[in-house]
């Protein structure tokens, strides 16, 4: 079987109704899903929704009951052994034999993929420096911190320069600083050219990183496409009017609770930003909070519309709050590694 030229059909990933049984349970029901080249693609979903089984038969590790998958060109049921060459892959935990010094990983992984021994060399020093661990090359792994792990772990994933790299909520567990560290290292690697799929609960990972997004809940696909089309087709915006005084600011915030607007929501003072906010769902709405505004005589330095954040999308594609990022590996996402 010959590979799919990516180059023709712009696509590092395809799946088409892919579908995955564990008992009674769907873990995967017919997934469609298409990732560009040389960008990020971010699958979102509740614990349990399928994003690890996905993560897992696109890298070869588990087998599909049904559909079709390419990744790279490669088919990922009959061509197994040729695509665990041109991916990368980084899981909820570190993967790394902690026996072994960060050096020794990499260089161990090199050879695994049959680079040459000179050519292994160099890619576990150069990539020792570009995740900051020259340092501690030599310590047993077992010695490092959580962040040092994941960024050594990351290092692992890119020895064999894959084409496709496969990131399952990549920064579970980390503090915020190498959170943002591997955010940046991220970044470089699609700036290199790298595809990415990213599964994430985190909405500010996926909106730093994915151009697109693939929402996923029991198994199906149930919207997609990019941050600003998803937050379009969810409706809703926010209106920010903001004072020329700022002492006009509770005022004004009074007076719009005062108007009686049909279904207008509870406006928001923020006085970090100096603005009213006020959640509005229709056009009719937005003139007569402007023209009320205008009728009091309130003097406005500015007023925008906004749409509603990721994480609202979320809950109302779902049902599910999107869980916020935490330094230690929650209940829930142990069960999700399983799914």
């Keep these: ?102 050096w020794e ?16 060399r160099t890619r576990a020093d150069g990539l020792l420096e570009r995740f900051s661990l020259t340092e501690a090359a030599k310590r047993p792994a077992a010695t490092y ?14 020895i064999g320069r894959p084409a496709v790299l496969f990131l399952d909520e990549p920064t579970t567990g980390l503090d ?13 690697m699609v700036g290199d050219g790298v595809t990415v799929l990213l599964t994430t609960q985190y909405m500010e990972e996926a909106e730093q990183l994915a151009s697109e997004l693939t929402v996923v ?4 696909v149930i919207a997609g496409g990019a941050i600003e089309e998803l937050k379009a087709k969810v409706g809703g915006r926010a209106l920010r009017i903001r004072p020329a005084d700022p002492v006009h600011l509770r005022p004004l915030a009074g007076a719009l609770d005062e108007l009686g607007i049909t279904g207008l929501a509870t406006t928001t003072v923020d006085t970090d930003r100096g603005d009213v906010l ?9 003139t007569a909070v402007v023209g009320a505004v205008t009728a009091r005589g309130i003097t406005l330095s500015a007023i925008t519309t906004e749409l ?27 069960q999700e590694a399983a799914v």
């Design 1 to 102: 079987m010959t590979r799919i030229d990516t180059q023709t059909s712009g696509a590092a990933v395809t799946v088409r109704g892919l579908v995955k049984h564990y008992g009674e349970t769907k873990a995967l029901d017919g997934v469609d899903l298409e990732v560009r080249e040389g960008t990020v693609m971010g699958v979102l979903g509740p614990n349990g929704a399928g994003k690890t089984t996905l993560v897992r038969i696109l890298s070869t590790l588990l087998q599909a009951d049904s559909g079709q998958a390419t990744v790279a060109g490669y088919d990922v049921a009959r061509q197994p052994r040729q695509l665990r060459r041109v991916i990368g892959l980084t899981g909820q935990y570190a993967s790394v034999d902690e026996k072994l010094s960060g």
């Design 105 to 120: 990983n990499l260089y161990m992984i090199g050879r695994l993929l049959d680079l040459p021994r000179k050519e292994a």
């Design 145 to 158: 911190s959580g962040g040092m792990r994941r960024r050594l772990d990351l290092a692992a994933s890119m």
């Design 176 to 188: 915020p600083r190498t959170r943002n560290e591997v955010w940046d290292e991220v970044k470089r």
């Design 217 to 220: 809940d029991r198994g199906q």
């Design 278 to 286: 006020v959640p509005i769902l229709s056009d009719e709405q937005l």
């Design 308 to 334: 509603p954040s990721l994480d609202e999308v979320f809950l109302s594609l779902t049902g599910h709050r999107a869980s916020a990022p935490q330094d230690a590996m929650p209940a829930e996402d142990l």
